[in-house]
C-alpha cells in the first residue's frame, strides 16, 4: 500500500504551459505539504494545508496555485511554465502538522519530476 | 532563519566500513529528522531526535543529537550497497500551536556510493 503517490512521475513540457501534480495520501492525516528540490538538492517548503485549509504560503510566484479538494488530497497547478520551474516536487502529509512534539512526522511521496523545454 | 550544513557533501566508501554524515545548525535544533533519498523513490524517514544528547539506533544506522542541540550525526556501521542514497537532515521550524504550521528546513545533502 503507498501511504504518498503523486502523479505523473515525470513530466516533460514546454514552456508557457499549464500542468497539474496531483498528491493523494492514505494515511489518514490532517497535513499535506509541498516541497521544491532544485537541481542542487536543495529541498525547501512551499505549501502547507492543514484541513483543506492552506496554512503555509512561501514565497512562491503566484503561478504556483496549490488546491485540496478534501484533507487525502492536494494539487499543484502550476500555470505559464518557466525554465527555472524544473525541478523534483515532493508531496507530503503528517498527522497534525505542529512541531516540537515528537510525533509529526512527515512522510514523503516519491517525487514527480518536472522538466521545462 | 534556519539553515542546516550537511558533511560531507560527498561520501565513497568500500562495502563493509563505518561512515559517519554530520548534520549541523545555525539555530538550536527542536526536532532533528534523518530521511534517505533513493532516485525515484522519494524520502525514506529514518529517525527523529529530540533531545540533547539523544541517540537511536534502526539496524545498522545511528543517530545522535549533541548535548548543545546544534549537531546531529549519523553512523552507518559495516556499510552495504543497501545503503547508497543521499541522505538529508531536516529541522523542525515552526508554529508548534497552529496545526499545519511545521515546516522542515533541510541540509543541502550527502551523497553516499558503496563500493562493492
Known amino acids: 500500500d503507498t501511504a504518498v503517490s503523486q502523479t505523473p512521475k515525470y513530466l516533460v513540457t514546454q514552456m508557457g504551459n499549464d500542468k497539474s501534480i496531483k498528491c493523494e495520501q492514505n494515511?489518514?492525516?490532517?497535513?499535506m505539504y509541498w516541497y521544491k528540490q532544485d537541481s542542487k538538492k536543495f529541498l525547501k517548503i512551499m505549501f502547507s494545508?492543514?484541513?483543506?485549509?492552506?496554512?503555509i504560503n512561501e514565497t512562491v510566484p503566484n503561478r504556483f496555485s496549490p488546491k485540496s479538494p478534501d484533507k487525502a488530497h492536494l494539487n499543484l497547478h502550476i500555470n505559464s511554465l518557466e525554465l527555472g520551474d524544473s525541478a523534483v516536487y515532493f508531496c507530503a502529509s503528517s498527522q497534525e502538522g505542529r512541531g516540537f512534539w515528537g510525533t509529526d512526522t512527515q512522510y514523503f511521496g516519491p517525487g514527480t519530476r518536472l522538466t521545462v523545454l | 532563519s534556519q539553515e542546516l550544513e550537511q558533511s560531507p557533501q560527498s561520501l565513497i566508501v568500500q562495502e563493509g566500513k563505518n561512515l559517519t554524515i554530520n548534520c549541523t545548525s545555525s539555530k538550536t535544533l527542536y526536532g532533528l529528522y534523518w530521511y534517505k533519498q533513493k532516485y525515484g523513490e522519494g524520502l525514506i524517514f529514518l529517525m527523529m531526535l529530540q533531545k540533547g544528547g539523544e541517540e537511536k539506533s534502526h539496524e545498522k544506522i545511528t543517530a545522535k543529537l549533541d548535548e548543545k542541540k546544534q549537531q546531529s550525526s549519523l553512523h552507518i556501521t559495516a556499510s552495504q550497497p543497501s545503503h547508497a542514497g543521499i541522505y538529508l537532515c531536516g529541522a523542525e521550524t515552526g508554529s508548534i500551536i497552529i496545526q499545519g504550521a511545521q515546516k522542515l528546513v533541510f541540509g543541502q545533502g550527502t551523497r553516499l556510493t558503496i563500493n562493492p
Open positions: 494515511l489518514g492525516h490532517d497535513t
Open positions: 494545508y492543514n484541513n483543506k485549509e492552506l496554512i
